[in-house]
């Protein structure tokens, strides 16, 4: 059971944390520390009999730099009903390195959940701005209009050498977990979640074996040091 952004902020409505007091960090103008905070709406909740798991939770440190987390909670139940956590949990550990540098050229298909073939084709490695190593992603032949990113770039290596070095400075994002680059166009007719990953957009890209996550770092009021909206594609056969 895969549970939505809008679902789990329901679940969590009794103890949730305002989405602005976490970006009051990137867009306020004091230089204060921030507040740690974890964004499990934008990880991946996955529930089987007692158990959740949430992997690549990302956690925002005092210093306003993000670390990514796994978390297992296992509930038990009483004989009312009642549910409690079980001793031990919640576990968390932190989350297994994605492959940035080995991204898998292919065909990728999206959740039908979504929305019905919504289907991108990754090419690379190629050269980038300045020497750099760049991927590209475009919509596969037949793939729905809605389709979203409509077409990327993104560069492995250290964010040092990564031709939006300074962007990604200046709004703050300092991990590794992801290789960074920008949304090329938009998809051209609407479906839930596009509207994050609009031309221009800051994209966050990971793989690991199979599965290909995009994230967007940016909306209507900007950059963002966090997550904003998460996509991810499955390499087909």
Do not use: H
């Not at 090329?184 to 966050?204: E, M, N, Q, R, W």
């Amino acid at each position: 059971m895969y549970l939505t952004g809008k679902l789990l902020r329901c679940l969590q409505s009794r103890r949730a944390v305002p989405a602005a007091l976490g970006l009051a960090v990137v867009f306020g103008s004091a230089a204060m520390a921030a507040t740690p905070t974890p964004y499990l709406q934008d990880s991946t909740i996955v529930g089987s009999g007692g158990t959740l798991t949430a992997t690549d939770v990302p956690v925002e440190t005092s210093t306003g730099s993000l670390v990514y987390k796994d978390v297992t909670i296992e509930l038990s139940a009483a004989t009312n009903g009642n549910l409690t956590i079980a001793s031990g949990y919640p576990k968390v550990v932190a989350a297994t390195n994605p492959i940035l540098d080995n991204f898998v050229a292919g065909s990728y298909t999206a959740p039908a959940t979504l929305a019905s073939k919504l289907l991108v084709s990754v090419a690379g490695p190629g050269v980038g701005a300045g020497g750099s190593t760049a991927w590209s992603l475009a919509p596969s032949s037949g793939a729905n209009c809605g389709t979203y990113p409509a077409s990327a770039t993104w560069y492995t290596g250290p964010i040092a050498s990564n031709p939006l070095a300074a962007r990604l400075k200046k709004v703050g994002i300092t991990s590794s977990f992801y290789s960074y680059g920008l949304v090329g166009v938009g998809p051209t007719c609407a479906v839930d979640g596009y509207s994050d990953f609009v031309a221009g957009a800051l994209i966050g890209v990971s793989q690991v074996e199979g599965t290909l996550t995009i994230v967007s770092f940016t909306n209507g009021a900007g950059d963002s040091a966090i997550p904003l909206a998460e996509i991810t594609y499955t390499l087909l056969p």
